[in-house]
């Protein structure tokens, strides 16, 4: 696949009074598949510490960076960028007067946002939705002096999705999730510290031995402060609309989210598609890396080899990074690049090839052609999530319809699933592309189709309130 997704947020803060920055650290190390452009950190009274590229180039800067801000609170941020341009002074955490907010999700009507703020000069190559939505809230929190009642108006006003960390220059710790729940957002204990963490998802929670209690839930805020945690709803909505894509794609697949084992939904999803496809070949390999859980569950279920039949070049500078979050094509292709066919698995093969997912459709082709070039016999590819023919403005990077293969094969009109298939197939050189469809895929993550956001298939904004105006990449971005 390869399109891109928002950020990863971290809060924390220790009751014992210990030093939360490398739990910060390594909690943003383990959520770097959100967000590769740059990270931060941010503590009270402080400018925000922030770096391009990923948490680990900075490793050796690690133990300077922990004693220089020591605190025992926190926020933290990997940043992928949907609105604005991608430079250090639009990475997270962002200061706005006395507070620091780190922001994943995507918030679409920010030029309305900014005319209420009095930002009338607001573009994307200088400023971003989260500066916008920081500078709104502390608006609010000066006439209010209430964070509850701050993010209700906020929220009202808010076209898009958000979880939100803040962090205030007298050591308060907020977190918060939109109403809808668009973005995941969890609450964990690191019992050795005494530190809640909140974080976007549970795999930080893991990487630093920290309990995970629960999710935080939509529409809720958590206050962090020497008198521990609280809870306040700021907004109710029914029903939630949890990003479907979160499930196939964005979350790793060790993470608990709303309950639901990512793993484990993701291999019951290639289960699915083996009832909906019972296709024959010779043997199933996965798209690296995030579609493997279902490329084993469709072998499993139809009783096919499965086979590792491409692999990621770990060694060469971008190896271990994600496409579908770099910031421009150039950087996604050289990563597909380096998915590097077995020709002693592949040659003279029937393929049923895993994704999960085809957006813009480039890497799509790499990967085919990779195939045929090792003598692949067949190539057909079964996608974890149905069609995307609609742009996101809840927090994934894919603004502009122009993007879309699943829409401009066909030119925006409408057909049948099977025509569109066969034009995605005949576009990416593939023999047979079969999509997955809603009903099957919320029965494979465990929730309700009511309760999943699938926005981007069916062009159904009504999870947003209004249908936001469709905008160009360049428009967005800021070039």
């Known amino acids: 696949m390869e399109a891109r997704e928002n950020c990863g947020v971290v809060a924390a803060y220790s009751l014992a009074g210990s030093n939360v920055v490398p739990i910060v650290i390594e909690c943003l190390r383990a959520l770097q598949h959100r967000g590769q452009e740059s990270w931060g950190i941010a503590v009270p009274r402080m400018v925000p510490y922030k770096r391009y590229g990923l948490v680990s180039r900075a490793a050796s800067s690690f133990s300077r960076i922990i004693a220089r801000y020591a605190s025992n609170a926190a926020i933290g941020h990997v940043r992928y960028s949907t609105i604005g341009k991608s430079n250090l002074s639009n990475a997270q955490p962002l200061k706005v007067r006395d507070l620091c907010i780190a922001h994943n999700g995507t918030i679409s009507n920010f030029e309305e946002l900014a005319s209420i703020t009095g930002l009338c000069s607001f573009t994307p190559e200088r400023m971003s939705d989260t500066l916008v939505a920081a500078k709104r809230l502390v608006d609010l929190l000066n006439k209010r002096k209430d964070m509850p009642s701050a993010l209700d108006i906020l929220r009202r006003e808010i076209v898009g999705s958000f ?10 710790v907020y977190a918060a999730r939109d109403p809808k729940g668009f973005r995941p957002l969890v609450l964990g204990y690191h019992k050795d ?8 998802e549970s795999c930080a929670l893991d990487a630093v031995n920290a309990e995970l209690i629960r999710d935080v839930e939509p529409g809720e805020l958590i206050t962090l402060d020497d008198s521990g945690l609280s809870s306040d709803v700021f907004a109710v909505e029914r029903p939630h609309a949890h990003c479907a894509f979160e499930y196939t794609y964005f979350a790793h697949p060790s993470s608990i989210m709303e309950g639901i084992s990512i793993y484990s939904a993701r291999k019951r999803i290639g289960k699915v598609l083996a009832r909906k496809y019972q296709l024959d070949a010779d043997i199933v390999i996965p798209v690296p890396d995030s579609a493997r859980p279902a490329a084993l569950g469709y072998a499993e279920e139809m009783g096919i080899p499965f086979e590792e039949g491409l692999m990621k070049d770990r060694y060469s500078r971008k190896g271990p990074i994600r496409s579908f979050i770099e910031p421009y094509h150039h950087d996604r292709m050289e990563i597909v690049r380096r998915i590097i066919p077995i020709r002693s698995v592949i040659e003279g093969k029937d393929l049923i090839v895993i994704d999960d997912s085809i957006v813009r459709g480039t890497s799509s082709i790499s990967i085919v052609n990779a195939l045929r070039s090792a003598g692949a016999r067949s190539i057909k590819m079964l996608v974890c999530y149905p069609p995307i023919r609609f742009p996101c403005y809840a927090g994934i990077d894919f603004p502009s319809q122009e993007e879309l293969i699943a829409y401009t094969v066909n030119n925006g009109k409408e ?9 995605v197939a005949k576009a990416i050189g593939a023999d047979f592309v079969g999509y997955n469809d809603m009903d099957r895929l919320a029965d494979a993550i465990g929730l309700p189709k009511e309760e999943l956001c699938f926005t981007c298939h069916t062009g159904n904004y009504e999870n947003l309130r209004i249908k936001p105006l469709f905008r160009s990449r360049q428009q967005l971005k800021g070039g």
Request: aromatic share 12%; hydrophobic share 35%.
């Open 193 to 200: 510290s005494s530190t809640y963490i909140v974080a976007s």
């Open 163 to 172: 979880a939100f960390t803040f962090i205030t220059n007298d050591g308060r």
């Open 415 to 423: 057909c049948s699933e099977e025509e569109l298939s066969m034009l």
